[in-house]
């Protein structure tokens, strides 16, 4: 498995569980004025839309859309996968742009795509983060917990920015489960801006680069070290570590019956010659399952513990921390603990922080032998030989 597919099944895996988490606290908001001064800031490049169908861009003020030899100006733009033929920028005016009537900071590119589009919002990374962190955290958790959740997403936007644009990948990070969930100006809190804020170009660092920063709703006790979910992966920040601080958590324990008829039909997905299953055996590293062989009656199919859940819905098989107990044609499996567990445990990172531990140790706790460092502008462009400006 590719290291890039790895990460997507990380994502998948986890973060979706955690915009279910963060969902409810992300009703309609009106944000504050946020005043940045802008030049600590880089600026990335989010997917929002691949579509081949018609969308608007608006604006409370007029939108400046140039690009393809003319320049317009206008309240509103339907777009139309058909007409677009170049790169096409729309840009604000003192106003947020809206897609398809949500509102969002920075300016927009449309790219052309087979018969598609590609929507890509190019913004400010603290003001991306500012809709971020309350979108994969609570926003009402301890200040030092929501500090600890901006520096590791900030961390982890750094971390794409670099790979992807060394690449020359066409945007850095989507707007999804995929990479990190963002929904522009409605989901903002202050209380997440805040923190945002107060650890402005605050970064993890190993070996003087940004670090793969994981974080996960609730590690169950202990982290997992990344090689138990990911073969390939072996980053050395990355280790299994006593957690003790997410009991509060509703996914601590967790109890699921699998039945063998439901085993069968979602592995037989991407195991279309599977006979009928005789036995399933799960092998442990450190108490996480790391492999499932499934003996069936045409041969046996071992898959990794993480593929092996992925194929189920993400509510079924919370995280690999669990041990089995057959009970007549099903497996009735008992679980600590929600998502791959590797990295920061958010659920840990509030109890932590209300047990008087500052944002600081809680990411030292977390990822093991990094440095929090402040960079300044300049930072990412150092490292990428690249750069964009919003103006
Ligand atoms: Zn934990």
Not at 237 to 246: D, E, I
Request: with cysteine; aromatic share 10%; proline share 4%.
């Amino acid at each position: 498995m590719s290291f890039r597919t790895s990460v997507k099944n990380l994502i998948n895996g986890a973060l979706f569980l955690i915009l279910i988490l963060a969902s409810g606290s992300c009703a309609s908001f009106i944000a504050r004025n946020i005043h940045w001064d802008g030049a600590d800031s880089p600026v990335v490049r989010i997917l929002l839309l691949t579509t081949n169908s018609s969308f608007t861009v608006s604006s409370n003020r007029v939108i400046r859309i140039s690009g393809d030899g003319s320049v317009t100006e206008k309240m509103s733009a339907v777009f139309l996968p058909e007409e677009i033929r170049t790169t096409i920028r729309v840009e604000p005016n003192g106003k947020p742009l809206m897609l398809n009537g949500i509102p969002y900071r920075g300016y927009f590119e449309i790219v052309p795509a087979q018969n598609a589009m590609h929507i890509i919002n190019i913004v400010r990374v603290d003001e991306y983060l500012s809709s971020v962190v309350p979108c994969e955290i609570p926003s009402g958790w301890e200040p030092d917990a929501l500090k600890a959740q901006a520096v590791a997403a900030r961390t982890y936007t750094y971390y794409h920015i670099i790979h992807n644009r060394k690449r020359g990948s066409l945007y850095d990070l989507d707007a999804t489960v995929n990479s990190q969930v963002y929904r522009g100006i409605n989901d903002e809190r202050p209380s997440t801006t805040e923190a945002v804020m107060d650890t402005r170009g605050e970064i993890l660092l190993y070996d003087g680069m940004p670090i793969l920063s994981y974080f996960h709703s609730t590690c169950g006790g202990k982290t997992s070290d990344d090689a138990q979910v990911w073969k390939n992966n072996q980053l050395p920040y990355l280790n299994s570590v006593k957690c003790g601080y997410c009991g509060e958590s509703t996914k601590y324990s967790w109890e699921t019956v699998l039945s063998i008829d439901e085993i069968a039909r979602h592995v037989s997905v991407q195991n279309p010659g599977m006979g009928p299953i005789r036995t399933v055996t799960f092998r442990r590293k450190n108490d996480r399952v790391t492999d499932v062989s499934i003996k069936h009656t045409r041969g046996t199919i071992t898959i990794s513990g993480n593929n092996f859940r992925l194929m189920f819905p993400p509510e079924k098989i919370l995280s690999l921390y669990f041990t089995s107990k057959k009970s007549g044609s099903s497996l009735v499996l008992y679980g600590h603990g929600w998502g791959h567990g590797v990295g920061l445990c958010q659920w840990g990172a509030r109890g932590m922080a209300r047990s008087g531990f500052n944002y600081r140790e809680i990411l030292n706790h977390y990822y093991t032998q990094v440095k929090i460092k402040h960079t300044r502008s300049g930072y990412l462009a150092s490292k990428i030989n690249a750069s964009y400006t919003v103006q």
